[in-house]
């Protein structure tokens, strides 16, 4: 059991059966009343961020959360198969279970893929990827004194904003936590 005060950004805990992961989190003295943890935690299933207030006293049981190192082979009709690379055994997530990570996905990438309780919650990617352009508008000659940006298609299909120098055929470090452009790889 975790005291609400031992809270850190990261922690993982369980709330009513569903996992929760800290993103922020507050320790709140007002002059008068008792004191208080304010939170932001986000559903690992879900991606829901939600803010909620505990108080000082309050336990919460912390979520175990098992990672696996696995590869990704190929997608077949919405289902993403992936293959431990210790055992070989291999496992199907749906679309769903992805969510925004499918922008970075790559065929025989290795990726943490994240289970609680036997269920498989999503997976962790490397923080940056490197992406070839496919598409790309041409830049304009002079257009570079305000900074401005075009977008660029890589060959995932993810549609991001670039500076105007990249052009079709570069290969781009992309941030996979906030899907920015980083630098030309």
Request: charged share 25%; glycine share 8%.
């Amino acid at each position: 059991m975790i005291n609400s005060t031992d809270f850190r950004t990261g922690l993982t805990i369980e709330i009513d059966g569903g996992v929760w992961q800290i993103v922020e989190f507050q320790h709140v003295k007002p002059g008068k009343g008792a004191a208080f943890v304010r939170t932001k935690i986000k559903n690992v299933e879900t991606g829901a961020v939600v803010e909620r207030t505990f108080n000082p006293n309050e336990k919460m049981p912390a979520a175990h959360i098992d990672t696996r190192t696995m590869q990704y082979l190929y997608e077949n009709d919405g289902m993403y198969t992936f293959m431990d690379m210790e055992t070989y055994e291999q496992i199907e997530i749906n679309k769903e279970t992805l969510g925004d990570a499918l922008h970075f996905l790559m065929e025989n990438m290795e990726v943490q893929v994240q289970s609680f309780k036997g269920r498989i919650i999503g997976i962790s990617l490397p923080n940056s990827v490197n992406l070839k352009v496919v598409e790309c508008e041409p830049s304009v000659k002079g257009n570079t004194a305000t900074g401005a940006k075009k977008n660029a298609t890589v060959e995932t299909g993810y549609v991001l904003q670039v500076p105007l120098f990249v052009n079709e055929g570069d290969t781009l470090r992309i941030d996979t936590r906030t899907g920015d452009y980083i630098e030309r790889a």
